[in-house]
């Protein structure tokens, strides 16, 4: 990796770059062809970043920089969590956190005929997915994924949804699994939902569960793996979770886009990579 | 307007259910308890009468200044109070610029009238002029960032800058007494105002099931609540305000309990201002105090003109013996420690007097004005006689700080004040030349004085 970027003095995958660096210098790779994702642009011979984030670079030939905020951009493919504004008659009204709300479908289900349109009030949470993202349009979602099935989007009954930035999102849905849902996994059994939008939903069987891993998950964007577990530790400590009932443990990785089995947790990468996980994180002790 | 449908923060059915059903089980969803407080972090800028709280997320800014202006008809003794809320739309989506909403209007309205009908602030001091001329003191609150419970946060804010505000000193003059000349801050120290007690706004938010109660709601619990009372109360549990703007009906021991627990609030709170401002208000004395060593040569005519004057009083207590004292106590370190019992010696009483007049212009608002009282030169000649032995000692005397005030000023022997001139100009011009000196500094001239003076003390 380093080894084709001997052109440039520094080389600056994985470090952070602010609007303005040079992340490349092309002349030197006159003769590859390279794919260049979010904030990158390509100036003559020179490739200059255009946010603030971490510089990233994946094989064969793709860059880009990877930034997190508080606002979403929709970007077709990504699965996000939607609060239902209003419904007309051929689209329900969806807020995404991007700048425009986004048109559901009242048939983008799976086996969705006009007998059986879902009554979705104003407030209803659901994880959907983002068909269509043109600038200056509204996007367009379904609740079905690309092959028609279910696979888990729908509403989401019950449990609580915060919202943080979207690289919090990224973090959650990293593989291998993120330290602090590990650390949480290990001890507590909870459902958990991440749209890339910003949008994270927990649901658990008692209140105080909830509570404890949504609080863990809200202040661990910018601590490393070991402050991660050691705040696990004591949120955990303080939870008491001795009496806490025995659950089975399943741990379900996947390459492949598969439907649902048992709980349900989707991950999706950024824009660059596709690749969707399962996970149940479930109680031990 | 589709861009503003989507900006808009949502709050879910999901997230209603939930925040009831914790509710049940007394959590919340930051893991507080029912009745407690978010952490209260309260900051001052470098301008006096400005606070920035932080209670939780919530960031509330407030701005104290003040006007001379005409007094209303109907009390033409008092000053005036008036506060002005800006929400600002950075702090949440549904904010918008221009005209304050209802909610800016009733926040600023809740606050107000904690502080006007309780007298907390003292209007009638603000008076500089009856039916002329008052100052009108001017409270601007910005909220920064909306995380619940503004009206709490708000009130925080506005109490540390009213604590920490310091208007203009003023006096009358003119030919016929009746104008009024405000003295700019380095000309007098400005005056805080008077502020009898502190009264604190406590917040509840009452939800559907009756008998749930929570203290201080956060967003989330402000939009899910379905009532809310704010009680102002100070900490001698008296009662200044309560607000409670429709929402669902609660009974009456509810409200009673709620006063109860908010008269316990408004006590830590108190004590808690307290704590801020006064770390705030040590912390700019002793900036000020730093000052003054290098502006020795104003203090010097000062300094001189008091001594002057202190001659005419008559000699304090501490004669022959405290000069029998000096030679036990030679050190600088020693004097610095003990003023009054320190340095009894002719120059060394010097040292005190003229020290406690330094100290007593730097400490708080003097009455004596180094610019406007006229300097005569044989009084400056005598200050500068005693001084220049004074000053180091003066210096570090100085860097301790307040405590020393005016404990110097009784130790005045005035006959020693014309001791061996040239030893004290030379002493004086080295002085002068090195601006910050430490307290090693400071110690080797005295010793070398020491020698020189020791002949005189024997005349």
């Known amino acids: 990796m380093e080894n084709k970027l001997s052109g440039s003095p520094t080389s600056l995958v994985d470090q952070f770059v602010i609007p303005g660096d040079e992340g490349l210098d092309l002349s030197t790779m006159s003769n590859q062809t390279i794919k260049l994702g979010s904030s990158l642009r390509q100036d003559g011979d020179v490739l200059s970043v255009m946010k603030a984030g971490t510089f990233k670079f994946s094989k064969p030939n793709k860059y880009w920089v990877e930034s997190s905020q508080k606002r979403y951009e929709p970007h077709a493919g990504d699965s996000v969590l939607g609060i239902v504004v209003d419904s007309k008659a051929d689209n329900f009204l969806v807020d995404i956190k991007g700048p425009a709300l986004a048109f559901l479908p009242v048939l983008a289900f799976e086996g969705g005929t006009r007998r059986n349109i879902p009554k979705f009030e104003a407030g209803t949470l659901i994880y959907v997915r983002v068909v269509k993202a043109n600038p200056g349009m509204n996007p367009e979602l379904s609740c079905t994924d690309a092959s028609g099935k279910a696979a888990e989007f729908g509403q989401l009954k019950d449990g609580f949804m915060f919202e943080s930035s979207t690289g919090l999102s990224r973090m959650l849905l990293s593989s291998p699994t993120c330290p602090v849902l590990d650390a949480l996994g290990k001890k507590l059994s909870f459902e958990i939902a991440v749209g890339l939008n910003g949008r994270v939903w927990v649901n658990a069987t008692s209140p105080s569960t909830v509570i404890v891993v949504a609080n863990g998950i809200m202040n661990s964007e910018f601590k490393s793996e070991v402050q991660q577990r050691g705040m696990v530790e004591k949120l955990l400590q303080n939870l008491k979770l001795s009496s806490q009932s025995f659950s089975y443990t399943y741990m379900i990785p996947t390459s492949t886009f598969i439907g649902c089995l048992l709980l349900t947790n989707f991950l999706q990468l950024t824009n660059m990579k596709q690749t969707s996980l399962m996970f149940s994180l479930q109680l031990d002790n | ?459």
């Open chain 2, 1 to 459: 307007m589709e861009t503003r449908l989507a900006n808009i923060w949502r709050l879910t059915v999901n997230e209603k259910k939930f925040i009831e059903t914790a509710l049940q089980s007394d959590l919340r969803i930051d893991g507080r308890r029912p009745f407690d407080f978010r952490n209260i972090s309260i900051k001052f800028s470098r301008e006096e009468g400005s606070a920035e709280v932080q209670l939780g997320q919530t960031h509330v800014m407030a701005f104290v200044t003040a006007q001379l202006t005409q007094p209303y008809k109907d009390r033409p003794n008092e000053g005036t109070l008036s506060m002005f809320t800006e929400f600002s739309p950075m702090a949440d989506p549904s904010f918008e610029p221009g005209r304050p909403s209802e909610a800016a209007v009733e926040l600023g309205r809740v606050i107000d009238r904690g502080l006007r009908e309780s007298r907390a602030v003292d209007t009638e001091s603000l008076c500089v002029l009856s039916g002329k001329s008052v100052w009108a003191v001017r409270v601007d609150l910005h909220i920064l960032d909306n995380g619940g419970n503004l009206v709490d946060a708000a009130n925080i804010a506005a109490l540390a800058a009213l604590l920490t505000f310091r208007r203009p000193e003023c006096s009358l003059g003119g030919e016929d007494g009746q104008q009024v000349i405000v003295h700019p801050p380095e000309v007098r120290e400005p005056l805080p105002l008077i502020i009898h007690h502190l009264p604190i706004a406590v917040t509840f938010a009452f939800f559907s099931n009756e008998s749930t109660v929570v203290i201080d709601p956060t967003h989330y619990e402000e939009a899910v609540m379905g009532g809310r009372m704010t009680a102002t109360l100070n900490a001698n549990n008296d009662i200044c305000a309560i607000q409670k703007a429709g929402g669902e009906g609660v009974l009456q021991s509810v409200i009673m309990q709620c006063l109860r627990i908010a008269g316990q609030k408004a006590y830590d709170i108190t004590t808690k201002i307290k704590n801020a401002v006064e770390s705030y208000n040590t912390e700019r004395a002793l900036r000020k105090i730093k000052r003054h060593p290098s502006s020795v040569a104003l203090d010097i005519s000062g300094a001189g003109v008091n001594i002057g004057k202190s001659q005419n009083k008559p000699v304090p207590q501490k004669g022959d013996s405290e000069r029998s004292n000096l030679t036990s106590e030679k050190s600088m370190a020693d004097q610095s420690m003990d003023i009054e019992g320190e340095a009894k010696s002719s120059e060394q009483q010097q040292t005190n007097k003229i020290d406690g007049d330094a100290k007593n212009f730097i400490g708080g608002p003097s009455s004596w004005d180094p610019y406007s009282a006229g300097v005569n030169s044989d009084f400056l000649k005598a200050s500068l006689a005693s001084r220049g032995k004074t000053l180091p000692s003066r210096k570090e005397q100085d860097s301790r700080g307040e405590n020393m005030s005016g404990e110097a000023k009784p130790v005045e022997p005035p006959e020693d004040i014309n001791v061996s001139l040239s030893n004290i100009e030379a002493s004086e011009t080295v002085l002068r030349t090195n601006g910050e000196k430490t307290l090693k500094d400071a110690v080797k001239p005295k010793n070398k004085r020491k020698m020189k003076s020791s002949p005189t003390s024997e005349r």
